[in-house]
Antibody
Framework: EVQLVESGGGLVQPGRSLRLSCAASGFTFDNYVIHWVRQAPGKGLEWVSGIRATGSHLGYADSVKGRFTISRDNAKNSVYLQMDSVRPDDTAFYYC?????????????WGRGALVTVSS | EIVLTQSPGTLSLSPGERATLSCRASQSISVTYLAWYQQKPGQAPRLLIY???RRATGIPDRFSGSGSATDFTLTISRLEPEDFAVYYC?????????FGGGTNVEIK
């Protein structure tokens, strides 16, 4: 069974850093792109970034470019989102997601999400 | 960036009725890389339709997708009580990947 479990969320002050992790199991991890998607409370979905099996990224949303960095460790079946210089509008549930197949999408599997709250 | 505009924002219907949701792209979608998701409160999104018209595993055949280039439609032929939710379209062919703003299908 495919499982994605996010961790590392919590309360962080504006301007500080936080690192989210996504632990994957139930599939051959290093064959797949993994994405981060966020959703502010009561709002819609926003793609944040994605990372290829090789470790190269697919790009970033303009709203996080230059502040967030995606990475992966295939030996640990994990993907990370380093969030620097966080702002109040980064407050959201952060989901990791895996595509249906070895392409970029669509997103068949999702974690339950990790809540990040940016507030002083 | 490909902007996806969904309409209407809210659709008020009764069980058994037909729902038609629209997704319009600011430029032509790469190949057929358009998907639809359903999201209920407190849950992660669920993939319904991909490649414009292909149903994901386990999705009932009352859900169907159609369209091409910049105009896409999700149709729910007869609404069941569990279908009342928010629906998002997504393009996954061009970076940045983007989602539409969502359509809330609510009980009338």
């Amino acid at each position: 069974e495919v499982q994605l479990v996010e961790s590392g969320g919590g309360l962080v002050q504006p301007g500080r850093s936080l690192r989210l992790s996504c632990a994957a199991s139930g599939f051959t991890f290093d064959n797949y792109v993994i994405h981060w998607v966020r959703q502010a409370p009561g709002k819609g979905l926003e793609w944040v970034s994605g990372i290829r099996a090789t470790g190269s990224h697919l790009g970033y949303a303009d709203s996080v470019k230059g502040r967030f960095t995606i990475s992966r460790d295939n030996a640990k079946n994990s993907v990370y989102l380093q969030m620097d210089s966080v702002r109040p509008d980064d407050t959201a549930f952060y989901y990791c997601a895996r595509p249906l197949d070895t392409g970029w999408g669509p997103f068949q599997y999702w974690g339950r999400g990790a809540l990040v709250t940016v507030s002083s | 960036e490909i902007v996806l505009t969904q309409s209407p924002g809210t659709l008020s219907l009764s069980p058994g009725e037909r729902a038609t949701l629209s997704c319009r792209a600011s430029q032509s979608i790469s190949v057929t890389y358009l998907a639809w998701y359903q999201q209920k409160p407190g849950q992660a999104p669920r993939l319904l339709i991909y490649d414009i018209s292909r149903r994901a595993t386990g999705i009932p055949d009352r859900f169907s997708g159609s369209g091409s280039a910049t105009d896409f439609t999700l149709t729910i032929s007869r609404l069941e009580p569990e279908d009342f939710a928010v629906y998002y379209c997504q393009q996954y062919g061009t970076s940045p990947l983007t989602f539409g703003g969502g359509t809330n299908v609510e009980i009338k």
